[in-house]
């Protein structure tokens, strides 16, 4: 199926994988040891399902395990290395973090905010947002960090929806060199809630702001606090965050995760993936706004004492080359990304990239996606220059961690691009048909989990059946992501797209993300989404849309001919698309996923309505502008 590349970094730790098989709840138990708690657990895991507790009766601080316990040795070492778009940056030590969450956390207390109440981060990414997550965490507010590129309406229905009492943002942020007004967001969103007591501002882009009497400026709380806070002693599960999903499937979900479990499960499968050292220079682009953010951007790194590099804008601005710029600036040596992101680098070619020294780098990674095989080669050689392992880790907002990945930390795995290789120690993934039954290598089928483990999320927020009903009801005890999967021969687990997206052709299925994969490996397309619509005669036909990389000016008659050649040779007849439109734009959430329920509606005629109120966070612009150009090309072709 695939070519293998052996490449790792020596680690060879089989013992820890034994003892993760030969019992998962003691094996956990072992790595949240590696955590500082005020107080032991009683029971490791109190499993009643779906409900999982785990380390109950422990009392622990996410604030104090990311900050305090890193000042004997780290008060001195960069915590934060922070680029703004417009060329600002920061360096923010171990010290100064605890401090500037010290008095935040007092902040908070002066404007009533007590253990368990919900406080909405509504910011760019500006190292005060971490500060604030850690804060909240400090007192047990728990924290709904809202994507600043939300509309109104989306920040209203989510401040509604956890009630928060408190909500921080920033007059603006930047964005590709233009400030984006957040306040005026804030005051339009929030109009009419009395529960909500207090806006604390940010003066980021100091464009001129309207203070309202709930209104407060950062700089003028934090001037007035005390630097002495002692961290909470907080129950192992209680809530550290709501996240909402980023609704690339539907409606945006409010996921509750935990704090000791969550923790855990960050602590372990940051070391074991990225195999962290002291001096390492991390970064994660993701935006603080998604999972990714939480995470491995605040969570993790911060566990592990590391120094990590925090970028404010687009990953394009001013032009092309700007992440390569900041990984040469700040001699990264681990770049975690995603693979639309990859799939854009890829699009501008190899001299830009080459022309940066990348020799830092030693490990890189993605998430968020499947990664075309030839993009993973692409980011082997061009980025990781042939030496870098890349880890591809499955995991999701309601997972907390990464469930699926390799983890060059512990063990040497030879890599097989597209695929995360192997589940994590401690966590039971396999690959079941529509009766639940396993299926055999090679065949496609569902991913499930059959087990607890400590990220997962604690329930939906204020929604315990909608929790059962998602994840809970389509297998008895089996954890369903909704995820389409194959396992080969070998063990190595392939994700082939949603579930909801399998295209059903003739009676075969076929993964969107093997199709794709397959019209991405034709040397000038940089891009590709395919989707289903119903068809009288074959059940369902295939559509499928094409970016070309920049600067190709092959006849696209010609190109379609290729890309179809292709597919027949790659996958089969069966796979080949009714039709093929050629675009610059496809429609993505702004956490990079194709929205293949868009596209799908297009191509059955349906009425899209009005893209700015869509709950995703999607890039109105850009969709509205991919909307217009398919319709168009639709038309022409008709
Ligand atoms: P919603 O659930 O509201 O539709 P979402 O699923 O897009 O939103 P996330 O939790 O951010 O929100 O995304 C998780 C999904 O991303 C996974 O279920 C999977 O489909 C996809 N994914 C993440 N990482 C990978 C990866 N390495 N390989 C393949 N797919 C991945
Ligand atoms: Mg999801």
């Known amino acids: ?136 965490a400090r007192i047990g507010a728990t924290h709904t960090v809202i994507f600043s590129g939300f509309s109104a309406t989306s920040i209203r229905d989510r401040v509604d929806d956890s009630k928060s009492k408190v909500i921080v943002t920033a007059d603006g942020g930047y964005r590709r060199g233009k400030i984006v007004k957040l306040k005026e967001v804030v005051d339009e969103a929030i109009e009419g809630f009395d529960f909500v007591k207090n806006v604390v501002i940010v003066e980021r882009t100091k464009n001129e702001i309207i203070m309202n009497s709930k209104d407060k400026l950062w700089i003028d709380l934090m001037n007035d606090a005390s630097e002495n806070c002692p961290a909470e002693k907080l129950d192992s599960v209680h809530p550290l965050y709501i996240l909402y999903t980023s609704g690339t499937t539907g409606k945006p979900k409010g996921v509750l995760h935990g704090t000791g479990g969550y923790l855990t499960h960050l602590y372990s499968t940051f070391k074991w993936a990225f195999d962290i050292k002291d001096t390492d220079v991390f970064f994660c682009t993701a935006d603080i706004g998604w999972v990714t953010g939480h995470s491995y951007v605040v969570y993790a790194p911060l566990l592990h004492g590391a120094t990590e590099i925090m970028y404010e804008g687009a990953p394009d601005f001013p032009d092309a080359s700007r992440m390569w710029d900041i990984l040469e ?48 080669r692409w980011y082997y050689k061009t980025i990781g220059k042939e030496k870098c392992p890349i880890i591809d880790t499955w995991w999701q907002t309601e997972t907390g961690g990464m469930l699926i990945s390799p983890l060059p930390g512990l063990e040497t795995i030879p890599l097989k691009p597209g695929s995360g290789t192997r589940p994590i120690p401690g966590v039971n993934i396999t690959v079941v048909d529509e009766y639940g039954n396993d299926v055999e290598p090679n065949t496609k089928g569902y991913l499930v989990v059959k087990n607890p483990w400590p990220g997962m999320l604690l329930t939906l927020w204020d929604d315990d059946e909608k929790y059962k009903t998602v994840y809970w009801s389509k297998y008895e005890n089996c954890y369903y992501p909704g995820d389409y999967a194959l396992k080969d021969t070998d063990g190595y687990l392939w994700l082939l797209g949603r579930a909801d997206d399998v295209l059903k052709v003739a009676g075969h299925r076929i993964g969107t993300a093997e199709l794709e994969s397959c019209i991405v490996s034709h040397d000038d397309v940089a891009e590709s989404a395919v989707c289903g619509i119903p068809d009288e005669l074959k059940g369902e036909v295939i559509i499928a849309f094409v970016v070309l990389k920049e600067g190709v000016d092959t006849e696209t008659k010609v190109l379609e001919k290729e890309i179809v050649e292709k597919i027949r040779t790659d996958i089969g007849a069966i796979a080949t698309p009714k039709q093929i439109y050629f675009v610059s734009k496809l429609p993505k959430t702004r956490s990079g996923k194709i929205m293949r329920r868009l596209l799908k509606a297009i191509g059955n005629n349906e009425k899209i309505g009005d893209v700015s109120t869509l709950e995703d966070g999607a890039a109105v612009t850009e969709v509205q502008t991919a909307f217009d150009e398919i319709q168009k090309s639709i038309k022409e072709s008709n």
């Open 1 to 136: 199926m695939s070519d293998t590349y052996n490449i790792g970094l020596g680690n060879n730790d089989t013992d820890t994988r034994q003892k993760a098989d030969s019992d998962f709840v003691s094996f956990w138990d072992d790595q949240a040891k590696n955590l500082s708690w005020f107080s032991p657990w009683e029971k490791t895991l109190d499993w009643n399902p779906p409900f999982a507790r785990w380390f109950v009766g422990g009392t622990i601080n996410a604030s104090y395990n990311a900050l305090d316990v890193n000042q004997d040795t780290k008060s001195q070492k960069a915590a934060i290395l922070w680029e703004g778009e417009n060329g600002d940056s920061r360096i923010i030590t171990y010290g100064e973090m605890l401090t500037h969450v010290k008095k935040f956390s007092n902040v908070l207390k002066s404007l009533g905010v007590e253990k368990g109440d919900r406080v909405t981060l509504y910011l760019p990414m500006i190292p005060e947002l971490p500060i604030a997550m850690l804060a909240c």
């Open 329 to 376: 600036k700040y001699k990264a040596t681990i770049f975690y990304t995603t693979p639309t992101a990859l799939r854009m680098f890829m699009k501008f070619g190899d001299d830009i990239p080459n022309s940066f020294d990348l020799s830092t780098l030693r490990l890189l990674g993605t998430v968020g996606e499947p990664i075309n095989p030839e993009v993973w």
